[in-house]
């Protein structure tokens, strides 16, 4: 059973209740788009179940699942070369208290990153 916050965004996306096109979808994880990309590709992959951060996250098998779902959606897409972050509490400059990792593609990056 995922549970859900009812005043989270992504909560509203996993349910269904916000309308998105999924690049990829288990019973417990989801990937989309992001709505404001910072490259050519962007994608969120989060747990359909509601954690705060990955400092919250105390299922172990899900944070696996949502790892791996990162490799299926890159290596299903061809994509060789990719950044993957998650951001962790404000300073780091999280903005949405879901758990998620992004997947960003397409151009260069520069390392360390700012
Ligand atoms: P972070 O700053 O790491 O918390 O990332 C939050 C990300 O969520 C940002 O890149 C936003 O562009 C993205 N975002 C916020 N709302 C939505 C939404 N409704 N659909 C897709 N992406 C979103
Ligand atoms: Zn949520």
New binding site residues.
């Given amino acids: 059973m995922n549970k859900f916050d009812e005043n989270c965004?992504f909560c509203k996306?996993a349910k269904g209740e916000?309308p998105?096109t999924p690049v990829y979808e288990t019973e417990d994880v989801i990937a989309?788009?992001?709505?404001?990309p910072?490259a050519p590709v962007h994608i969120?992959v989060i747990p359909k179940s509601h954690y705060p951060s990955l400092s919250e996250i105390d299922d172990v098998e899900l944070l696996g699942k949502v790892a791996n779902a990162v490799r299926e959606i890159t290596k299903k897409l061809g994509i060789t070369s990719y950044r993957t972050?998650i951001?962790t509490g404000e300073q780091a400059?999280?903005?949405?208290m879901h758990l998620?990792f992004?997947i960003m593609a397409g151009r260069e990056f520069t390392w360390p990153a700012g």
């Fill in positions: 965004i996306i916000i998105t989309f788009n992001d709505l404001n910072q969120l972050v951001n400059g999280q903005t949405v998620h992004h």
